[in-house]
T-cell receptor, first 115, second 111 residues
Framework: GAVVSQHPSRVICKSGTSVKIECRSLDFQATTMFWYRQFPKKSLMLMATSNEGSKATYEQGVEKDKFLINHASLTLSTLTVTSAHPEDSSFYICSVSGVGNQPQHFGDGTRLSIL | DAKTTQPPSMDCAEGRAANLPCNHS???????VYWYRQIHSQGPQYIIH???NNETNEMASLIITEDRKSSTLILPHATLRDTAVYYC????????????FGKGTKLSVKP
């Protein structure tokens, strides 16, 4: 069964809207989650590392005020795309860090389309 | 994490074994080899991982060479639903860091 639940799977909204994406760890408590972004025909690119109880760590070039991350519990991290514009349209995917040598598991992704 | 090299694309006939190679010649002693696949418009799906011994699960087999510089993912009886991009990723054991995705191999299973 699914280890990571990501919601919603698809969002279509107007430019200027803020969009929240949820990522839930179903099987275990996750102190670390990751947010990736994927453009068409490209590979996944890490946006930020979400740490439970502390501030997220953003990759170079990712605006932290644009992409707000909250990891308030051990099973939930949220990514909010604030004042979204068409260039923010992309496929956003979260993952949960495995324990020890266990693998990371990914959500099913959120297709965000800004009109 | 060590860099990996994979062919950009491969074809396989339905019902036949699909053998996907991966080169990781700079792998370190504590680094594991992980395989994921991504079917169109879905998140990556974990397939299998190993350190030095060959591994098998319900999805696939992983063959790692004795020098650990390369590995092969084997899908024993490929189906059309196995069409996806397959990623080979090397990462240190116990690492809590993110995975670094390369371009992977686009496997097309044909009827």
């Amino acid at each position: 069964g699914a280890v990571v639940s990501q919601h919603p799977s698809r969002v279509i909204c107007k430019s200027g809207t803020s969009v929240k994406i949820e990522c839930r760890s179903l099987d275990f408590q996750a102190t670390t989650m990751f947010w990736y972004r994927q453009f068409p025909k490209k590979s996944l690119m890490l946006m930020a590392t979400s740490n439970e109880g502390s501030k997220a760590t953003y990759e170079q070039g990712v605006e932290k005020d644009k992409f707000l991350i909250n990891h308030a519990s051990l099973t939930l991290s949220t990514l909010t795309v604030t004042s979204a514009h068409p260039e923010d349209s992309s496929f956003y995917i979260c993952s949960v860090s495995g324990v020890g040598n266990q693998p990371q598991h990914f959500g099913d992704g959120t297709r965000l389309s800004i009109l | 994490d060590a860099k990996t090299t994979q062919p950009p694309s491969m074809d396989c006939a339905e019902g036949r074994a699909a053998n996907l190679p991966c080169n990781h010649s700079t792998i370190s002693g504590n680094e594991y080899v992980y395989w994921y696949r991504q079917i169109h418009s879905q998140g990556p799906q974990y397939i299998i991982h190993g350190l030095k011994n060959n591994e098998t699960n319900e999805m696939a087999s992983l063959i790692i060479t004795e020098d650990r510089k390369s590995s092969t993912l084997i899908l024993p009886h490929a189906t059309l639903r196995d069409t996806a991009v397959y990623y080979c990723i090397v990462r240190a054991g116990g690492s809590q860091g993110n995975l670094i995705f390369g371009k992977g191999t686009k496997l097309s299973v044909k009827p």
